[in-house]
C-alpha cells in the first residue's frame, strides 16, 4: 500500500507561482509513473501532467508551457511547478500513482490517490 500526501497549495493572484509537492511512504515508488490530476467545483478531475518512471512527461494542453512536472525518486517525491497561474487553474489537486512505468492520462489507470491540494486563483 502506497500512502500520498501533498501540500504546497493555497491562494496566489494571477500570473504567479506555486510549487506543489507530493510525499510518497510505504513504498519506493521509483518505478511506477506519476500524475497530477485536479478538480474544479461542478467538474470532473481531469488530467493535468505525468511522468514516467524514466522521467519522460506529458501535459494537458491547458498546461503546456506554464507547468513542470518533476520527481525526485530518491526522497519518494513528486513535485508541480506552477508559473503564469489562471483563474481557470482554481481546483483542488491530486496527486497519484500508475503502477504501471509509462503514465496515461486517463484517472481510471491510476492505483493511488493523495487527499488532494487546493490552489485558488484570484483574478
Known amino acids: 500500500q502506497v500512502q500520498l500526501v501533498e501540500s504546497g497549495g493555497g491562494l496566489v493572484q494571477a500570473g504567479g507561482s506555486l510549487r506543489l509537492s507530493c510525499a510518497a511512504s510505504?513504498?519506493?515508488?521509483?518505478?511506477?509513473?506519476m500524475g497530477w490530476f485536479r478538480q474544479a467545483p461542478g467538474k470532473e478531475r481531469e488530467f493535468v501532467a505525468t511522468?514516467?518512471?524514466?522521467?519522460?512527461?506529458s501535459y494537458a494542453d491547458s498546461v503546456k508551457g506554464r507547468f513542470t512536472i518533476s520527481r525526485d525518486n530518491a526522497k519518494n517525491m513528486l513535485y508541480l511547478q506552477m508559473n503564469s497561474l489562471k483563474p481557470e487553474d482554481t481546483a483542488v489537486y491530486y496527486c497519484a500513482i500508475n503502477r504501471r512505468a509509462i503514465g496515461t492520462v486517463n484517472r481510471n489507470d491510476y492505483d493511488y490517490w493523495g487527499q488532494g491540494t487546493q490552489v485558488t486563483v484570484s483574478s
Open positions: 511522468i514516467s518512471w524514466k522521467g519522460i512527461t
Open positions: 510505504g513504498r519506493t515508488v521509483s518505478t511506477y509513473a
